[in-house]
DNA sequence: GTTAGCACTCAACAATAGAGAGTGCTAATT
DNA sequence: AATTAGCACTCTCTATTGTTGAGTGCTAAC
């Protein structure tokens, strides 16, 4: 059967109206609310036809239709309109992006909390992975008698540090030392390079002071795969209560229990850190079969060349797209803009996000 | 009335059948399982007695009775036994509580998981707060040209540092140089008593400069400011859904909506910071009304003499309190043994906790 | 002082009926 | 040939009603 104009419009009618009131769509809300000019008995024949195709789904006999996968599918792809944002909402979206932390994670995780307070739902946060990030500069700082510093960085500014407790007392002298030599052998690799092999080697250059130098390099290792760990959130979680699919104590506590397991937050993210570009999976195109009737679009940011997080939502598979999607990319796009500006320019003292407009 | 024995007994039954069974308890079970040998007649002329009193509460007219918040208050006061952990408890708890991460934020969150768990409870947590804290040491290491990562520690090891964005670049000596005159002028003090006045004195000690050094000292009073924010964090959330009092998402989402409010928790930690022991808030003697219902028992751990930090749970007012209570504080002892161990001395390098007796 | 007995109350549950929304099919209309 | 009106049918949802059972308070007997 052929998906002709009509059917098409039919479709994208079920599948906003299904969004806007999350209840069954019947023939004759279609009727009158296209300007099809169609009886309610044709746009039955037609829903008959569309059913038949796969798009749509009766939950029961007396019941109107509901979009499947495939039919959410159909509309994301190619029956949506871009929705364009207002210039009011672009407005608020900056407002509410505009930080003045320095410090990336912080960044991150207050601009997906302003999302989720826009959107009115929960949100999947990605901190950015280091292990393709090129070490450029590493030092050890000398703290107290047993404590050192660890702290390393790289071009685009990204730093990680961590806290070393000695089992001997080191001087100031030796702390730079060590510095230097770190920063000879190891600056220019990516932080995923840096292994344990590695590490030894450098431990082979100095044949001095090699026990004290095993157990730092011992840390030095440690901190650096601990590094490595990327590092996923939620937040808003509890918007969901605003669906009135999440209507019973079942739905939420399997809802909660699915996504407090950090687990199927990473399946979920995998699937769309291929892309670069906004993913969006549906119902049970989600990995997870506890999240069949959910949807999650998924939209990464840059911070340098090969270094990117990634921000999405996570609600009802009626959820508004088009909308959803701008004010999504927007922000990402904020964020990228952001992260990239600040952690490389050398300009800004305060972070703006946002083009400087205002 | 007089609250005699046998009333006693009643109602530490009453109490205690209510913990196990959520439902109001009648006279006729009090009966059978008491060895009162009390026909379920008598039993209810006491009951009546007791809710005079206001200890006890009946939901309607043909229901059995509830503790009242009062009732609860008088079980906890003077009723209950102090529950005694099993070996076989004692001995899952230390393995739960045994981290090797050295991060102070780390080992209270990971503990305060663990701890949730094991009690099947939510679980407030509240980061040591580092107002009190003396400064024993400030470095500003250089990092790049426009960066630099300033570090405060005290004596007990406490440490907190923030990036710093520069307007200029600096060399490394002058970054050694800022750092031995900030230990200079602000080494001794607690983080509380620097001010903005205070850091402009010093910048008034160095004449020259004067420009680079003013936004750095602009940027050491914010990193200091932020540095002082206690942060209060909740685990576990999703537990709650286990009570038969939240099986209704109305209760849930007011539950959540609550708790997600920092302020909310704020006003409940209050309550309980001035106390250096445990302490429990009974139903609406928590200073939120929508918590009317619950039950929050707090216990502080200790990093140093004046340096605390606090655990807590929350749940159904029917909490097991004896139970909760004696695990509460076997994870705050071991909290503050291992941390007061970990931060201070020289030995460990992994950090146990737990007494070192495996 | 304690207990047995009894009338009474009320929540919870199940069964039933009726309303309303929506469908599929058929026959009439354009 | 496509569209539409009409109608019987299906199924959920809500309200109503009756029934059950747990529990109480009171009184009179032990």
């Known amino acids: 059967m052929a998906l002709d104009d009509r059917k098409r419009m039919i479709l994208q009618a079920i599948v906003e109206d299904y969004i806007n009131t999350a209840e069954p ?145 080191i001087s100031d002298a030796f702390a730079d030392d ?56 939620i937040d808003g979680l509890s918007n969901i209560f605003r669906f009135p699919e999440y209507g019973n104590v079942e739905k939420v506590k399997e809802l909660f229990e699915v996504v407090e397991d950090k687990e199927n937050l990473s399946k979920i993210i995998m699937e769309a850190s291929v892309s670069t570009q906004t993913k969006i999976l549906i119902g049970d195109e989600i990995p997870i079969p506890e999240l069949k009737n959910n949807s999650v679009v998924l939209s990464p940011y840059r911070v340098s060349e090969n270094i990117t997080g990634i921000l999405g939502v996570l609600g009802p598979a009626r959820m508004d797209y088009p909308k959803i999607i701008s004010a999504l990319e927007f922000f990402t796009n904020q964020l990228s803009e952001a992260l990239t500006n600040d952690f490389s320019d050398k300009k800004n003292q305060k972070l703006m996000i946002g083009k400087g407009d205002e």
């Open 25 to 169: 769509v019947g023939s004759r809300s279609i009727s009158k609310k296209t300007d099809l000019n169609l009886s309610a008995a044709t746009i039955r024949n037609e829903m008959g036809d569309l059913e038949e195709m796969g798009l749509l789904v009766q939950p029961h006999t007396s019941a109107g239709r509901v979009p499947s996968t495939g039919g959410y599918r159909m509309y994301v792809d190619s029956l949506m309109e871009k929705y364009e944002m207002t210039a009011a909402e672009i407005d608020e979206m900056k407002k509410a992006a505009t930080k003045k932390t320095l410090e990336l994670e912080k960044i991150v995780r207050d601009v997906a909390a302003a999302f989720s307070g826009i959107t009115g739902l929960p949100v999947i946060g990605v901190l950015p992975g280091t292990e393709a990030s090129v070490v450029k500069n590493i030092k050890v700082v000398k703290i107290d008698s047993d404590k050192a510093m660890l702290i390393v960085s790289d071009k685009s500014g990204i730093i990680k540090n961590k806290l070393l407790h000695l089992k001997t007392d």
């Open 178 to 233: 060590l510095s230097k030599i770190l920063n000879e052998n190891l600056s220019g690799l990516t932080i995923s390079e840096i292994n344990l092999s590695n590490i030894m080697e450098v431990q082979s250059v100095i044949g001095k002071n090699f026990e004290i130098l095993a157990s730092v390099m011992e840390m030095v290792h440690e901190a650096v795969l601990e590094i490595d760990t990327k590092q996923i959130f």
